[in-house]
């Protein structure tokens, strides 16, 4: 496993064994460059998860974990803004994720899905948002 500078074993839980390599390089990488915050989601299912079909959580599809759901933080609150989505969405592209899903209908805040599926490039990810459980594109949850 990677050393990391922000994340630790227990964050992941049972799935940490199972976690991609790639992914907790890059998610670390976004959190220095978020430059605060960024709080795995304890919800079930948003680290690993089986039996989802085609999903990135999923370790028996792909042998790891392939993606996590996060919160990032501002000043210690959740961001629920446009301003902030923007940032954190030129964030994760910038270090490299293959897929970036933005939910505005989670709580305490906004949720970023992150991923490193591989039938995408860093140039090309997968990308959408998901508002009042419908599912939609990245813009319109960005300015």
């Known amino acids: 496993m990677p050393k990391l500078n922000y994340f630790s074993a227990s964050e992941f839980g049972i799935w940490w064994p199972l976690m991609s390599n790639d992914l907790l ?3 670390d990488l976004f959190r220095e460059k978020w430059g605060d915050v960024v709080e795995v989601s304890r919800a079930p299912g948003a680290i690993g998860r089986e039996g989802d079909n085609r999903s990135q959580h999923n370790p028996i599809l792909w042998g790891e974990v392939r993606a996590v759901d996060v919160f990032p933080k501002k000043n210690g609150q959740y961001i629920t803004s446009v ?3 923007q940032r954190a969405y030129d964030i994760a592209r910038e270090v490299g994720f293959t897929g970036i899903g933005i939910y505005t ?5 906004n949720m970023l ?3 490193v599926r591989s039938d995408r ?6 990308l ?4 009042d459980s419908e599912y ?3 813009a319109d949850v960005i300015s």
């Open 25 to 27: 390089k890059k998610l």
């Open 83 to 85: 301003a902030d989505r």
């Open 105 to 109: 209908d989670t709580q305490p805040g």
């Open 113 to 115: 899905h992150l991923d």
């Open 121 to 126: 490039t860093a140039e090309n990810p997968a």
């Open 128 to 131: 959408w948002s998901r508002i």
């Open 136 to 138: 939609l594109g990245i």
